[in-house]
């Protein structure tokens, strides 16, 4: 692994600018070469180094989808840039599995940049590279809880910032239900502990990490939804067994019910940063899951949200 300093020398998003100016290469097709290349240096996730180097990758893949819909798998990699070898995402889904089942309790930053990264993954290569060779899902399982681990901690802090009689739903030492969601023992217990720490973070820490973790719960609710419509008549996130879809579900399932409780909680309201960050996955969970046990306390929240003046229909 390459020193922090020298990756800032060799890898900032500036100088691969720099690069792709002066070089022969079509911009796009040199910049796609970059993002490939930092994948496969990230060998050590954990590390300081890396942490520069997953914000170089992300800091260019946004390059390429700025102007894309939130929330959308778009598939936007062309293969005259991106070429037809896609084993490089291995080295991506290592090192964002590498972040998100660490034994060891990392920044906030590290994990919402690994978040960052699955996030405009899914944007630009769609649902295949999650699963390749992970039949049972492993890796989405754990990208899915985590995202939907942070989303409660982070919650359940705000809510008690805003009232500290509001009863902490995770205690110290106390593990999530939701860790033991579709993952295996080893790498549950450490999402857990990476993210048990999130509601003593400060406030200005924890948009960084809600923000992409409210993204891929988006992105998730997409893929495993939008293929509802097939012959079966079920659900079908490509590659994944059934047992995994259901497990990718419930985990969905919990992330509903958290923010119908952190919205309740709010009244409908949606004024902060942490609401707008939010109110988009709440969107399409209560349209996609109008028909859950979580009905009735949907539609007393839609009731909220239209007094408050958010929704109008």
Not at 32 to 59: G, H, M, N, R, Y
Not at 141 to 166: A, F, K, N, T, Y
Not at 252 to 277: E, H, I, N, P, W
Request: proline residues 5%; glycine residues 4%.
């Amino acid at each position: 692994m390459l020193a922090p300093e020298e990756v800032r020398q060799k890898f900032s998003v500036e100088e691969i600018i720099r690069q792709a100016a002066r070089s022969d290469e079509p911009f796009t097709k040199h910049l796609a070469s970059k993002v490939i290349e930092i994948c496969c240096l990230l060998d050590q996730p954990q590390s300081e180094a890396a942490f520069e180097l997953f914000c170089s990758t992300v800091a260019l893949l946004r390059w390429f989808t700025e102007d894309c819909p939130a929330g959308e798998i778009l598939e936007l990699a062309n293969p005259a840039v991106w070429g037809t070898d896609r084993k490089w995402l291995a080295h991506a889904r290592t090192a964002i599995r590498g972040v998100l089942a660490s034994e060891h309790c990392l920044p906030a930053k590290f994990r919402g940049v690994a978040l960052a990264l699955f996030e405009l993954l899914m944007v630009m290569f769609g649902q295949s590279w999650t699963c390749e060779d992970d039949k049972e899902g492993k890796f989405v399982q754990l990208v899915v809880s985590s995202c939907q681990i942070e989303l409660d901690c982070i919650l359940d802090s705000v809510m008690r910032d805003m009232d500290p009689d509001v009863p902490s739903k995770t205690p110290p030492g106390q593990p999530s239900s939701s860790s033991a969601q579709g993952i295996t023992p080893t790498e549950a217990e450490a999402a857990t502990k990476d993210t048990l720490d999130v509601s003593g973070c400060a406030p200005e820490d924890r948009l960084p990490l809600l923000v992409p973790a409210c993204a891929v719960l988006q992105l998730c609710v997409r893929a495993l939804t939008e293929d509802e419509e097939n012959a079966s008549g079920s659900p079908s996130w490509v590659g994944l067994e059934p047992l995994s879809l259901q497990r990718i579900h419930d985990t969905l399932m919990q992330a509903y019910s958290t923010l119908l409780q952190y919205f309740t909680f709010r009244k409908g309201v949606v004024t902060t940063d942490v609401d707008v960050s939010c109110v988009g996955v709440l969107d399409l969970l209560m349209s996609e899951f109008d028909s859950s046990v979580f009905a009735e306390e949907a539609e007393t929240l839609r009731e909220m949200l239209q007094a408050s003046g958010y929704l109008t229909s």
